[in-house]
Nanobody, 129 residues
């Protein structure tokens, strides 16, 4: 059973930066596509970024392109989300998720929360104006 634990959230002023971490245990980290989602109060959970199993392929939702960077460290079984130029609208609980699907899947499926097999408990990010 894979366990995911996020950390690194907090309160930051607009324009600031944070780096989120998601540590994985209980499985073979390199077998999973890893993604970040977020959920703001009163809104549905939304896709933020994804990185494939090798780490060579990434994709971001439009609202964070150029500001957020997803990466993974197989030696540490950890995926990161470096967030810069933060905006108040980035305020949300951020979740990491692992997808065990082996075959290539369409991007639309990658962006769907239902595709993922394991989830962390979330970490709060609050950006003040």
């Amino acid at each position: 059973q894979v366990q995911l634990v996020e950390s690194g959230g907090g309160l930051v002023q607009a324009g600031g930066s944070l780096r989120l971490s998601c540590a994985s245990s209980g499985g073979t980290f390199s077998n999973y596509r890893m993604s970040w989602f977020r959920q703001a109060p009163g809104k549905e959970r939304e896709f933020v970024a994804t990185i494939n199993r090798s780490g060579a392929g990434t994709y971001y939702t439009d609202s964070v392109k150029g500001r957020f960077t997803i990466s993974r460290d197989s030696a540490k079984n950890t995926v990161y989300l470096q967030m810069t130029s933060l905006k108040p609208e980035d305020t949300a609980v951020y979740y990491c998720a692992a997808d065990a699907t082996v075959q290539a899947i369409p991007l639309l499926r990658i962006m769907m929360s239902g595709e993922y097999d394991y989830w962390g408990q979330g970490t709060q990010v609050t950006v003040s104006s």
